[in-house]
């Protein structure tokens, strides 16, 4: 009985170590539009916690629609996220 809880244990603890089970990432982010000029903060979910990955992914799903990334601001988990959603409004996670 006790080599069964010792698996499973360990089996609950390699799940948990699988990429698809890690904490969400979030970027919050200034854009812009040209003519006429047009600019918003939001916060996106990213797939990759850093700032670089945010960068990279933001550009494109942003210039998708019209906008360009000026920076991002800041990376980080589920814990930021209230206290954005306000500033962010119609954008907070909208891309």
């Keep these: 009985m006790k080599h069964t809880a010792l698996i ?9 170590a699988q990429p698809g089970h890690t904490a969400g990432c979030y970027a919050d982010y200034k854009a812009k539009q040209d003519n006429p000029l047009r600019l918003h903060y939001g916060v996106a979910q990213i797939s990759q916690c850093s700032k670089g990955a945010a960068r990279t992914e933001l550009s494109a799903r942003l210039a998708a629609q019209g906008w360009t990334l000026l920076n991002i601001v800041s990376v980080f988990d589920e814990s930021g996220l ?12 909208r891309f």
Excluded: P
């Design 8 to 16: 499973a244990g360990l089996i609950a603890a390699l799940a948990l």
């Design 82 to 93: 209230a206290e954005r959603k306000q500033s962010a409004g119609s954008n907070f996670l």
